[in-house]
T-cell receptor, first 117, second 111 residues
Framework: EPEVTQTPSHQVTQMGQEVILRCVPI?????FYWYRQILGQKVEFLVS????????KSEIFDDQFSVERPDGSNFTLKIRSTKLEDSAMYFC???????????????FGAGTRLSVL | KQEVTQIPAALSVPEGENLVLNCSFT??????LQWFRQDPGKGLTSLLL?????REQTSGRLNASLDKSSGRSTLYIAASQPGDSATYLC??????????FGKGTRLSVIA
């Protein structure tokens, strides 16, 4: 069964450094998402991406964050100048369709645990 | 703005018991509702997804129901086992917003 893959599984970085989290969505999916879960808190939506541009973003997704689809398979989340409070699990997801129909199911990767020291 | 609430926040039951986890949402105009399992420090495992046109879905010992008009879903786990111990998350797709998650119910099944 096709799956969303995320690398690395765990990333440790120093405060102020830039990190890039990588995701390979399911190949025929058109919509891509990043979510974040700070330890002990809810999973929160960060950003959605379609047709090579951001379709929606939350208030969490400020100028520190950016997303990119650098080639036909990868989808990346870049966090510039990381802060302690960026420590969280980051989940990538993808779907064939956005809202309506049976193809609106979002499939999640296993996540990348980001630890900012 | 969609909000998802899960009750109880934590639940401890003896092995073999049947149990119900609850999820409520404020905006009933949803496209689908999904139940996930999350083990400590791990990713999200999708358990069941109910489209807005459906009333329930079943997988093995799990049964999820959806009452859109009242903004509620339940996850029923039959004959619970220690291996069912995990946090169960409910997430709703609605409006123009990608998935909105509840905070989860932390389940402990005691052998």
């Amino acid at each position: 069964e096709p799956e969303v893959t995320q690398t690395p599984s765990h990333q440790v970085t120093q405060m102020g450094q830039e990190v890039i989290l990588r995701c390979v969505p399911i190949s025929n999916h058109l919509y891509f998402y990043w979510y974040r879960q700070i330890l002990g808190q809810k999973v929160e939506f960060l950003v959605s991406f379609y047709n090579n541009e951001i379709s929606e973003k939350s208030e969490i997704f400020d100028d520190q964050f950016s997303v990119e689809r650098p080639d036909g398979s990868n989808f990346t989340l870049k966090i510039r100048s990381t802060k302690l409070e960026d420590s969280a699990m980051y989940f990538c997801a993808s779907s064939e369709a956005l809202f309506t129909g049976t193809k609106n199911i979002q499939y999640f990767g296993a996540g990348t645990r980001l630890s900012v020291l | 703005k969609q909000e998802v609430t899960q009750i109880p926040a934590a639940l401890s039951v003896p092995e073999g018991e049947n149990l119900v986890l609850n999820c409520s949402f404020t905006d009933s105009a949803i496209y689908n509702l999904q139940w996930f399992r999350q083990d400590p420090g791990k990713g999200l495992t999708s358990l069941l997804l109910i489209q807005s046109s459906q009333r329930e879905q079943t997988s093995g010992r799990l049964n999820a129901s959806l009452d859109k008009s009242s903004g509620r879903s339940t996850l029923y786990i039959a004959a619970s086992q220690p291996g069912d111990s995990a946090t169960y998350l409910c997430a709703v797709l609605s409006g123009n917003t990608p998935l909105v998650f509840g905070k989860g119910t932390r389940l402990s099944v005691i052998a």
